[in-house]
């Protein structure tokens, strides 16, 4: 009788310990469409605390295939890889996010001439542009699970206007 107790005990409190096991940082793995890398973009996001909330990064790769929505009228694909900061402001799991970061853009393209083609947002050469995010994020408080995302995002690139843009993200906290 004894040792059914003792395993009883020793299940329940391992089990409580296995609830608790979860990364402080808040860290996360999430897919983005639209966002500030183009059409889509795999990032990892994490707190430099071990906070819910606070200040933290994100870090990814993405991309796009060209002449989607005329930008360009080049064929071939862009690669992006952005990086930034970011700070969560609010409680338990519900957050505003507001942060902002650079992007490199690798062009692999067929270059042709385009007659009458008036230049978008991005041009068709390698180089950085940047971005600043606004939005609303949801994630588990103290656990793995679930998350989503979704943000204004403005684009700012040497030379052109300002790209209003915006997407959302749904990813795994571990």
């Not at 329940?12 to 996360?28: E, I, V």
């Not at 862009?78 to 402001?89: D, E, K, R, T």
């Not at 679930?146 to 959302?168: A, D, E, H, M, Y």
Request: hydrophobic residues 35%; glycine residues 16%; positive net charge.
């Amino acid at each position: 009788m004894n040792k059914v107790i003792l395993g009883a005990i020793l299940f329940f409190q391992l089990g409580a310990n296995a609830q608790k096991n979860y990364n402080k940082h808040a860290s996360q793995l999430q897919v983005e469409l639209f966002g500030p890398a183009g059409l889509f973009s795999l990032n990892i996001d994490s707190r430099f605390t071990k906070k819910e909330n606070g200040i933290g990064f994100k870090i990814g790769l993405g991309g796009a295939p060209l002449g989607m929505f005329g930008e360009t009228c080049n064929s071939g694909s862009q690669i992006s890889l952005p990086a930034g900061l970011n700070y969560l402001f609010g409680k338990r799991k519900h957050f505003v996010e507001v942060g902002g970061g650079r992007v490199l853009v690798i062009i692999g393209a067929t270059k042709r001439y385009c007659e009458g083609f008036e230049s978008g947002f991005f041009s068709d050469e390698t180089g950085p542009y940047g971005y600043a995010s606004l939005g609303y994020r949801y994630q588990p408080f103290e656990k793995k699970g679930i998350t989503f995302r979704t943000f204004v995002s403005p684009l700012f690139q040497q030379g052109f206007n300002t790209k209003i843009w915006g997407g959302g993200s749904i990813g795994y906290r571990w």
